[in-house]
Nanobody, 124 residues
Framework: QVQLVESGGGSVQAGGSLRLSCAAS????????MAWFRQVPGKEREGVAT???????AYGDSVKGRFTVSRDKDRRNLYLKMSSLQPEDTGMYYC??????????????????WGRGTQVTVSS
């Protein structure tokens, strides 16, 4: 049963923008904490942005000031607005959710639910 579905990835030139979406089932969206991660082959999954049920947010240092995470409770969607994209932002982007505990952890093992990812490719 698919519960988190990402979309919005694609190819863009450096300096461009993309907005990723993650559609969540109701049972998943009710989880207190949601997050975006990214991964490139051969590297660990990296926490990009986190958001709690009050829409408080936190970001990884590499994306601060460029990425914005938000959630829309009416549509049960999680979003990631990415601006000033750079080639090092290339990767598979995943949304994730967890029920309890600290919402602003960026450790993948702390999250219970994952989507299958959407690819973002930034060319120079």
């Amino acid at each position: 049963q698919v519960q988190l579905v990402e979309s919005g990835g694609g190819s863009v030139q450096a300096g461009g923008s993309l907005r990723l979406s993650c559609a969540a089932s109701e049972s998943i969206y009710s989880r207190r904490c949601m997050a975006w991660f990214r991964q490139v082959p051969g590297k660990e999954r990296e926490g990009v942005a986190t958001i709690d049920s009050d829409s408080l947010t936190a970001y990884g240092d590499s994306v601060k000031g460029r990425f914005t995470v938000s959630r829309d409770k009416d549509r049960r969607n999680l979003y990631l607005k990415m601006s000033s994209l750079q080639p090092e932002d290339t990767g598979m982007y995943y949304c994730a959710a967890r029920s309890v505990g600290y919402c602003f952890t960026r450790s993948p093992s702390d999250y219970d639910y994952w989507g299958r990812g959407t690819q973002v490719t930034v060319s120079s």
